[in-house]
């Protein structure tokens, strides 16, 4: 069926580049650098993650910037030009100011095609969360529902989508400045990995800090099962960066707990990535419950 309406969204999504393809979401991708060079987040079509969480573990040092205004004109003019609308599902508001070059992309493209319409959700998530609402309101896309009923769905349910990560090693959110050098040092002596969760004003809070690896693993699944999550609604995914084998545990886990449930493994990307390190482990799903303050 032909839509009068684009379903867009951007690669800090960690959509799988698989499922992208097979459902053909156009995807805006999103810039970073490593050892000076320039690229764009295309979901895994051309990175090799192992590679790439490699290079970090030898030194390398990621950086993440944002799209211009220019950038997104780019992406979104030939739709509206083509006579269609648009629905674009961003990632967070709280965690770049990228999505603010969106909403002058959007000011101005209106003022060009006035009989359009161009919805933007921001979804006050980033990475697996954002993938889960994705696929849920792409599937209602899919089934020929409006744009509105779409955006109205991601913008009632989106507090419910949430993640568990933890990471591996501390010196990565000591770079990025999330926690501070002394924390850092006392949680290695101290084998500490602190849970990250993403919380209801869309930023990426620290919460618990759990003595071990193994023990990491398990709390995040037990959280997890806290808030309710419906396997029958959506999916649950487990985010790797370059870590299959405990990715592999905690889907074990999970499966104890919730026989039958539909469990996806993929890549924590190289932007989320750059800042979490190798290691790095992220449990996300749609639960009953939303998200904590």
């Not at 156009?26 to 079509?45: H, R």
């Not at 990475?127 to 899919?142: D, F, I, N, Q, W």
Request: hydrophobic share 40%; proline share 6%.
């Amino acid at each position: 069926m032909e839509m009068e309406y684009v379903f867009m969204t951007d690669s800090d999504s960690d959509l799988p580049y698989h499922l992208k393809t097979k459902y053909d979401i156009p995807v805006v991708y999103m810039p970073y650098a490593l050892n000076g060079k320039e690229y764009f987040d295309d979901l895994g079509q051309t990175l090799d993650y192992k590679s790439y969480y490699d290079a970090m573990r030898n030194g390398a040092n990621p950086v993440t910037s944002a799209l211009n205004e220019e950038s997104y004109l780019e992406y979104f003019e030939p739709i509206l030009e083509s006579g269609k609308d648009l629905l674009f599902v961003a990632f967070s508001s709280k965690l770049s100011c990228t999505l603010q070059a969106v909403y002058s992309a959007r000011e101005k493209l209106l003022a060009r095609y006035p009989g359009r319409t161009f919805t933007v959700v921001d979804t006050l998530s980033i990475s697996g969360p954002m993938t889960l609402l994705v696929l849920k309101a792409h599937e209602m896309y899919r089934a020929g529902k409006p744009m509105a009923e779409v955006a109205r769905w991601l913008e009632e349910n989106k507090l419910r989508a949430q993640a568990y990560f933890t990471v591996d090693d501390l010196k990565y959110l000591k770079r990025g400045g999330r926690i501070s050098g002394a924390a850092a040092t006392v949680g290695t002596m101290l084998d500490l990995k602190p849970i990250i969760v993403e919380a209801s004003d869309g930023t990426l809070q620290a919460g618990e800090k759990i003595r071990g690896r193994k023990k990491a693993l398990a709390y995040i699944v037990d959280e997890m099962m806290k808030a309710e999550p419906d396997p029958a609604e959506s999916p649950l995914l487990i985010l790797n960066a370059d870590a299959p084998e405990d990715a592999e545990r905690v889907k074990a886990n999970i499966e104890q707990k919730m026989p039958g449930a539909d469990v996806m493994i993929e890549h924590v990307g190289p932007v989320i990535g750059a800042h979490a390190g190798p290691g790095t482990i992220a449990l996300c799903f749609i639960g009953k419950n939303t998200r904590k303050p």
